[in-house]
């Protein structure tokens, strides 16, 4: 009962609340203001490259975050994270050539690699397991929170003032970040200095293996919103959606109703019940999203895709955590945002590649990355726990 009235909504929890939406905000604003911009560099044929080099290096920085999170501790790498994204709302306005663009978002995305992963660790260090979802919900409703408001806000910013007002916002909400991030108390126990040596990296602290499943399902479910990053503001424009934010900021508010609920379900009933109903879901939201014939239809299916996704979050990073050893936490969370990051950068060179500037292939796109979807509820419901007792009887 002890850990039931565990007070897990403390100072330090708000405070890592606070820090995480405004890093959310912070490079989701930039999102729906990209496309345009870069096409008006010259480079509208790299379209799929804006989120695909993004979390390219989001994926390769993982299993350095994720050792560094076990090693030097949980707050300085969530802070390398917020601080990449300072100088990157700084060098935009700077760099206004199609190379240049190409070679900053390739930057850009050491923030994803480095913050989010520390930041599932610290949750897991001050919540009790058996609230970890109830938890990972929580966070997830103000990094969300980011995610609704920072596209509405960089729109009106772009359209009142100049996309560079956008950017050195963009800045300014990463510094604030850091600002909370001094305040808060660190919680790895055994901390090392860091050296130069800790950057180099085997095979073995790459992956971890005990979350492998997770991972797999976490891939497939995230080629969605690479998809949705890269085509939904033409999409929503040539359905005659005026504001690019808005599909953003309905499915974020549909994801923020259900999270909370979601989290704590997920800790009662099971996470793989919530999960494998989740990807229900979520291929009917794309399925919808692909059919859409109308700003109003269009919208709909942002809510439903949002609930999907408010409800299969939070569920999926307290699943990895169930499965990691808790000293590998660090590794676990990484592994399985380098899952997360591949399927949004596969999801967002998929879409790019089915569409350039041929809008009818927007539906088809989203018709066969809900295909792709239903391998991962195939898998749950077929093949995980055969494959587990399989790994667990030969690596005991």
Known sequence: M???????????????????????????????????????????????????????TAGISRPFSGKLTDKIGR??????????CVICGLLYPL?????????????HGFSTGFKPTATAAYVADIVPGNRWGEAMGIHGLCFSTGLAIGPAIGSELS???????????????????IVILMNMKETLVKKERFKLALLRINKREIIEQRVLGGALVTFLSYLSYGAILTVISDWGTHLGVANKGLFYMVFTVSSLIIRFASGRLS????????????????????????????P??????????????????????????????????GKAVATMYIALEAGIG?????????YISDIEMIPLTFYIIAGLTLIAYLYLQFLFKRITLISESANP
Not at 77 to 83: C, E, H
Not at 315 to 325: G, P, R
Not at 346 to 354: H, L, Y
């Open 346 to 354: 596969i999801g967002a060179f998929m879409a790019g590649a089915f």
């Open 159 to 177: 359209q009142r003032f100049s996309i560079n007002a956008l950017f050195y916002c963009s800045s300014v909400f990463a510094l604030l970040s």
């Open 95 to 107: 760099l206004t050539t199609v190379a240049g663009f190409l070679w900053l978002r390739l930057f």
């Open 267 to 294: 800790d009662r009933i099971g996470r793989i019940s919530i999960i494998k109903f989740s990807l229900l879901l979520l291929m009917v939201a794309l399925v919808f999203i692909g059919g859409s014939s109308s």
């Open 2 to 56: 002890s850990d039931l009235r565990h007070p897990i909504y403390n100072f330090q929890f708000g405070l890592l609340c606070m820090s995480s939406f405004l890093f959310s905000a912070s490079f989701n604003m930039l999102i729906p203001e990209l496309p345009a911009y870069l096409a008006s560099l010259g480079g509208a044929e790299y379209k799929g490259y804006i989120i695909a080099l993004f979390t390219l």
């Open 296 to 329: 109003l239809h269009l919208m709909s299916a942002a809510a439903v895709y949002g609930v999907a996704t408010g409800m299969l979050s939070p569920a999926l990073t307290a699943f990895i955590i169930d499965l990691s050893h808790p000293e590998h936490r």
């Open 75 to 84: 707050v300085p790498v969530m802070a390398v994270g917020s601080l990449v």
